[in-house]
């Protein structure tokens, strides 16, 4: 039996990453806060169904000793670094935290695997942001980095400290550049999230209007299980290498916002306003990545299309208050 090291298993990709490798047979661990252990309810609400099937491990990825004695006591098979800081702010004390927490818990996880499990396959999560502004469109693994976020600087930092670990040390190690990836456990911290919660809140009467940035804004929307396959495939191949991972096609977020509230009969014109304060500075050139090399090598392939993807969120989302109906009604 194969043994998989998650870090990040109570996000929306650690935990569909834990229900892939457990239904083919995998021994499961993950790394989580001892936070997360202390408020099993709130924090690890992803895993609350394999919270039985899955071993997890209080471990603090900015802490080297830390990370050392989870490897050499588990030597895992394969480990899937997915953990992150990635909040949005500007302040030069968050702009340390986030360079130093993402860079260093890398570090610190690929020189504990590359001393006490060498064999150990690596996948480390890169995002679309490290492409930043860019010049040509669609991205593919050759084209430049220019990252224009802290977050996206700091997974750049992280994704050339896994290339040298392959090529130096001959790792197999592979990083996946993903772009904008949803599903109904994406967080209520994103403005996907927040735009079918709204919506749903709209429809039962519960919210009256939402506000948003620049609805002509366009990202490369994907489907959170597909993406979290792909990364099972790279450490499957016969050598590492890098992937983008995406669907080569873009959507504006008014094509979001306009789908799911027609899901649920509603004109999104009627409730949806936008604050300039909001608004980003406008792309020249959308970030829309080349999936090719991931399709031709490994043979991913997306299983839904965008308006399925919505339309799978929305219905979760009702099911979600259809449930807190029923306990508010049991408890009454």
């Known amino acids: 039996m194969k043994k998989a090291l998650i870090t990040g298993i109570a996000g929306q990709d650690g935990s569909y990453l834990a229900d892939l490798l457990l239904a083919k047979g995998y021994e499961v661990h993950g790394i989580v806060r001892r936070i997360a252990i202390e408020d099993t309810e709130h924090k690890l609400k992803n895993l609350r169904h394999i919270l039985d099937k899955v071993h997890l491990h209080v471990a603090s990825l900015d802490n080297v000793l830390s990370m050392i004695k989870v490897i050499k006591d588990l ?3 394969e480990c899937y670094h997915l953990a992150a800081s990635s909040f949005v702010s500007y302040s030069f004390e968050d ?6 927490n993402n860079v260093d818990s890398t570090h610190y996880l690929l020189a504990a695997i590359k001393e006490f499990a060498p064999e150990c396959r690596v996948y480390f999560a890169g995002t679309s942001e490290m492409f930043g502004t860019v010049s040509s469109a669609p ?17 750049v930092a992280s994704y050339h400290l896994v290339k040298n670990y392959r090529e130096q040390y001959g790792m197999f190690a592979c990083s996946g550049i993903l772009y904008n990836h949803e ?17 749903v809140k709209i429809k039962l009467g519960l919210l009256e209007s939402l506000t948003l940035g620049n609805l002509d804004a366009s990202r490369d929307w994907g489907y959170a299980p597909d993406y979290v396959n792909a990364m099972w495939l ?23 916002v306009s789908h799911v509230f027609s899901f649920l009969g509603l004109d999104y014109r009627q409730y949806v306003h936008t604050d300039p304060k909001l608004f980003r500075p406008a792309e020249k050139v959308p970030l829309c990545g080349n999936p090719s090399r991931i399709i031709q090598r490994l043979g991913w392939s997306r299983t839904i299309d965008f308006q399925t993807l919505l339309k799978t969120m929305v219905e979760a989302e009702l099911a979600l208050y259809r449930d807190r109906e029923k306990s508010a009604g049991a408890a009454g």
Not at 95 to 100: A, D, L, W
Not at 139 to 155: A, C, L, M, V, W
Not at 234 to 256: C, I, N
């Open 75 to 77: 030597v895992p098979d």
């Open 95 to 100: 702009e340390i935290s986030i360079i130093n």
């Open 139 to 155: 991205q593919d693994e050759s084209t430049p980095f220019n990252p224009r976020s802290i977050y996206g600087i700091s997974k």
């Open 183 to 199: 599903s109904p456990r994406r967080g209520y911290e994103f403005v996907t999230r927040k735009i079918v919660s709204s919506a």
């Open 234 to 256: 790279m450490l499957q191949g016969e050598s590492p290498d890098d992937y983008v991972v995406a669907t080569g096609k873009t959507h504006t977020v008014r094509e979001f």
